[in-house]
């Protein structure tokens, strides 16, 4: 399959996602055809589409009160998001959708130092199960 602007937009409709969440996809996705084209020597991988749906899955369980930015691995083709609490900036969690219903995150914030959480979740059937990763959620809380 070739991912292209259409099938994105067909996708986030299928999958109720909203319309700033749709934006910051697309944006991701410009963002990766463009450095792809203007990168000669190493072309990058193609992006997986099953990365996609994972994410579309997952963004409905993300409050307001969270500052989003969405990116796409030049090197894996899969999706990832980084997810920052609004109410302390301190905080962040990255999380990367495999192609394996697998989501790999990394909290990191800043106490009295550095402290970094990571792992990888294996979710059986992420369409199913994608309120099972607000587990992962309330390490923002």
């Avoid at 992420?126 to 992962?136: A, G, P, R």
Wanted: proline fraction near 2%.
């Amino acid at each position: 399959m070739t991912m292209n602007r259409q099938y994105i937009i067909d996708q986030a409709n299928d999958h109720s996602i909203s319309p700033n969440h749709l934006t910051k996809i697309l944006s991701a996705y410009d963002v990766y055809i463009s450095d792809n084209n203007e990168n000669m020597l190493n072309k990058f991988v193609d992006i997986k589409g099953v990365s996609l749906l994972l994410l579309m899955s997952f963004l409905p369980s993300i409050s307001v009160e969270y500052n989003t930015d969405i990116s796409i691995d030049p090197k894996t083709g899969l999706f990832g998001i980084s997810i920052q609490c609004i109410k302390n900036n301190k905080q962040v969690l990255l999380l990367v959708f495999g192609e394996d219903d697998r989501v790999i995150f990394s909290y990191v914030t800043r106490k009295h130092g550095m402290v970094k959480i990571s792992g990888t979740a294996y979710l059986g059937n992420l369409f199913e199960d994608s309120n099972e990763i607000n587990k992962i959620l309330r390490i923002l809380d």
